[in-house]
T-cell receptor
Framework: DQQVKQNSPSLSVQEGRISILNCDYTNSMFDYFLWYKKYPAEGPTFLISISSIKDKNEDGRFTVFLNKSAKHLSLHIVPSQPGDSAVYFCAASRGNAGGTSYGKLTFGQGTILTVHP | KAGVTQTPRYLIKTRGQQVTLSCSPISGHRSVSWYQQTPGQGLQFLFEYFSETQRNKGNFPGRFSGRQFSNSRSEMNVSTLELGDSALYLC????????????FGSGTQLSVL
């Protein structure tokens, strides 16, 4: 039972263009969503998060959009840079809604982003 | 501010042995969580400790255990190692309030031969 899904295993974009990474979830109890960037054999690095009370959050080149009715979130990177090439993980957790799931993030399978110069 | 520190970085063990991994959280963080990453299963939650108590647990067998010390440092132990335990083990720390971002260490790469 995969509660968080990233259906695109890979994405390739040109430098300077927009990268859009997508994520779907099934558990309606999730109320906090995060995106992490990861390189092989290293730990994930936090990028940006969004609470379920919002539908958009921006931080520099990164914007996360949340569509609660569709149980869908996306990460937009504009403009994309070669240094953005990595695996991107979407994650979800339960904060206050339905009981807090301390320390537990449910991750998607990841999307490999490649940004070509 | 120092990040999450995990030791050792790499470990090679044989089947049947046991292993202990260590994690030092970010200063001021009282929650430590452990995750296993494998190519087939992705990132999976093992357990979470807060104030020396296990507060949350994932779906792993009892061979996987952990503990937390009064300074918030944590250790994870795997007994009777199996080939399938080969993975990257990640530790993450946070304030422990729930519904918050976690800060991950670089991980311990465990190979079981």
């Amino acid at each position: 039972d995969q509660q968080v899904k990233q259906n695109s295993p890979s994405l390739s974009v040109q430098e300077g263009r927009i990268s859009i990474l997508n994520c779907d979830y099934t558990n309606s109890m999730f109320d906090y969503f995060l995106w992490y960037k990861k390189y092989p054999a290293e730990g994930p690095t936090f990028l940006i998060s969004i609470s379920s009370i919002k539908d958009k959050n921006e931080d520099g080149r990164f914007t996360v959009f949340l569509n609660k009715s569709a149980k869908h979130l996306s990460l937009h990177i504009v403009p994309s840079q070669p240094g953005d090439s990595a695996v991107y993980f979407c994650a979800a957790s339960r904060g206050n809604a339905g009981g807090t799931s301390y320390g537990k993030l449910t991750f998607g399978q990841g999307t490999i982003l490649t940004v070509h110069p | 501010k120092a990040g999450v520190t995990q030791t050792p970085r790499y470990l090679i063990k044989t089947r049947g042995q046991q292993v202990t991994l260590s994690c030092s959280p970010i200063s001021g963080h009282r929650s430590v969580s452990w995750y296993q990453q494998t190519p087939g299963q992705g990132l999976q939650f093992l357990f979470e400790y807060f104030s020396e108590t296990q507060r949350n647990k994932g779906n792993f067998p009892g061979r996987f255990s952990g503990r937390q010390f009064s300074n918030s440092r944590s250790e994870m132990n795997v007994s009777t190692l199996e080939l399938g335990d080969s993975a990257l083990y990640l530790c993450a720390s946070s304030l422990g309030q729930g519904g918050e971002k976690l800060f991950f260490g670089s991980g311990t790469q465990l190979s079981v031969l």
